[in-house]
Every structure is written in structure tokens, then in C-alpha cells.
């Protein structure tokens, strides 16, 4: 059996092709790894070199799960599990056949590469890459070699200290490091959607705070547990998510006492985004997110989002906007919400949809509504009441 070592190469995306500033894009992708990294067990090394980032970790290091982690940060595209070992062509192909299977996965056709960095080393690129595939095809007679379009290439990086063989690579989350946009205001509800915006804004490289209105004693803890699990997801690919829980029972019930029915859910939707907005400007965030989708639901026509979006002088992001339902449950199903967005927990709005909503709704009409109550202290007082909850990753359910 060879010796090595294993290590993991990260290949960043979008952020290469930012000129001048990709020294920064590079800093905040190694600080995010360092931050995802310090979730898993053991400890870790960094070194960028020839745009990648290579991760090695010391004999406590759980590798499979850094891999794993790796996959869940913003602004890399591919991570790939390889082996470092000694600069020697007789390790290498050693080690080529010992891991041949776990090289090509379910692949048919291959070919090898090679890059050296180390200009000393006695074969040339196309040499190594010979040798190599020679090696595997011993192993395993059956594969093709196919150098215009392989399934799988298995690489060998000839470096000035060692040597480092990796094969198929794994899909990374893509987009911008979280950090390098500023900061946004989720309105995170236990849904399906707003998880989902929250992910698709961060992805973009927003750093993501939330904020949760309940109602109790009309909610409960069980609904706002589930929130913060579902922020807690969100964080898995953040780093962390500050989530403010503010009640909005008095607005509520301000609303129900003094209000036109049909108007309910619009009308608390626009005392959510002027909530969501006050907390927000505190908080420094540039823009509120919401899970809102054309047409999903009546107070989601485009006229009522036009009406919901009224108060609000921050711009809105609704990266949902265009989604069809299934299209936003694949999604969910991909970053891990759906099954915590389908928990049964009631959510305030739940308890208070009118039975007729209007789905055409009159601005004026709503401002008239609007205007039986004492919007700025109601908003004042809702603000008063956020207690913020700082969403770690990790994987047990909070307990409350
Ligand atoms: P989801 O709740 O997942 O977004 P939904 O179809 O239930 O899906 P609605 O309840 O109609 O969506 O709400 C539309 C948007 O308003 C949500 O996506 C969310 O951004 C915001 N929102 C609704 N209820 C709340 C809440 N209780 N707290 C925070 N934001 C909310
Ligand atoms: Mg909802």
C-alpha cells in the first residue's frame, strides 16, 4: 500500500474572472472556508496555489465531512477529493491502481493529465499522463480511453514538494463568497419560498439576516423552532444567520378589530414590510428578500404585491418572482428546507386569511383601511419587541 496523504482542491468560479479585485474575492472564499471548516472535526491547512485552493488536514481531520462542508460554500465551483504523495512515478502509478475505481467512479471513458509545476521533474506532462493511464487501464481493462471527451480525467499535479493525483470531481455550490455584496433582510416565514429566496440572494454573494414576525399566543414556539431550523440550514451555507423574532399580535389585532376583512393579509403584509425594513436600516442591510412568486396566492397577484411593496423604500428582492411551485420545491429539496418547511407548525398568516381576499385590490382602498389604524406606533411598538437569535450550523434541532 502507497503512502499518502489526502486533500481536498477547491475550484473557484465567477470570482476568477474579477481582475484587479480577485485578491479580495480569493480572502473572503479562504475566510469562508476557514469559518465552514471550523464546524468539522480536526484540524486544517490552507494553500492557494494556481487558482486552487488545496485543504489539507492533520491526523484528527475528518475529511469526508470537509468535503462535504466544502460543497456548501458560495464561490466554489468543483471539489475534488485527491491524494498527495511522493514526487516518484512508481508511487503514482502505484496509487493509481490501488485507487482506480474510486479515480474513475461509474465512468467508462477517461484520460489522464498532468501539470508540473516542477520543471525538473525527469517526464514531461504527456509522459506522465502515459504512464499513468497505462497503470489505471491494467486495473481496469475494460475502460476506454477517449482523450476529446472523456467522462472523467485523472490529474497529476507534479509540485515543487509533492505530487497530487485526484480523478472526478463533485459539483461545488457556485456563485459569490457571502460577504462581498453587503447585507439583506430576509422576511423568513416556515414556508417552502423564503428559505429558498434566502439561499438564491446569499448565493449571490449577500450576507443574509432574517427576520421572523409571529403572533403568540396565536403561534407558537414549535412555529418559530422550525424557523430557526430552517435558518439554522441557511447557515450551513452562510457561516450563520442572525434571526430577529418580532410579535406582531397588537398590529394583528389592531387590524382585525378596525379592518375591512378582505384586506387582512395585504394589510399585515405591508406592516411586515415596514417592520422588516426599520429592523433592517438598525441592522445595516441594503434591501429586504421575500419568497413572494407571481400569482402563488391571492395576496401574491401581481396587484397585491404591488400594494404589499408600497411602504417599502429599501429595494425588494424576490428572487422566487418567476418560479413555479415544483421549480421552488426542487430547490428546497436541494438545500435541505422542504422537510423542515413542511413540519405542520401554523404560521400567523395561516390563522388569518380572509375567506374572500381580494386579488385585485384598490391601493387607495387599502391606504383608506390603512389609515383607521396608528401605523408609526404600532410599527414602533412591533420593532421594540425583536429578540434576535443567533442561527448556528449544526444539525440537532434547537430545543425551546
Ligand atoms: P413561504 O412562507 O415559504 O414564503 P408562502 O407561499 O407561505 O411561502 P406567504 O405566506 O404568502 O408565502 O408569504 C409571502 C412572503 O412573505 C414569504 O415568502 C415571506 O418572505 C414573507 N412572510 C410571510 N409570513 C411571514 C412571517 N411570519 N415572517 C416573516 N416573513 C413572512
Ligand atoms: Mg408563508
Redesign the pocket.
Known sequence: MEKYNDVILLKYGEVVLKGLNRNYFNQLIEKNVRKALSYVPGTFQLEYAQSILFVRGEEDADMDSAAEAMKKVFGIVAVCRGMECEKRMDVLCALAKEHAHELIGSSRRFKCDAKRSDKQFPLSSPEIAAELGGAILETMPSLKVDLHTPEVVVMAEIRDHSAILHGASEKGAGGMPVGCEGKAM????????????GYMTAKRGVEIE?????TPPY?SDMAKDK?IRLARKLAEYTGGVKVHCVS?TEVQEAIAANCDERMF?LLL?RF?VRT?EAIARRSGSHAL?????IG??A??TMLSIVVTNEPASMPVFRP?IGLDKEEIIVRARQIGTFDI?TLPYE????MFTPKHPNTRPDPDAVREEESKLDVDGLVERAVRTDQWIWAKKTSEPSVF
Open positions: 430576509l422576511l423568513l416565514s416556515g414556508g417552502i419560498d423564503s428559505p429558498v429566496a432574517a427576520v421572523y414576525f409571529e403561534t424557523v406582531l393579509t403584509r411586515m422588516a428578500v421575500t419568497g413572494e412568486s402563488q396566492v395576496s401574491q422566487c418547511s404560521d400567523c398568516c395561516a
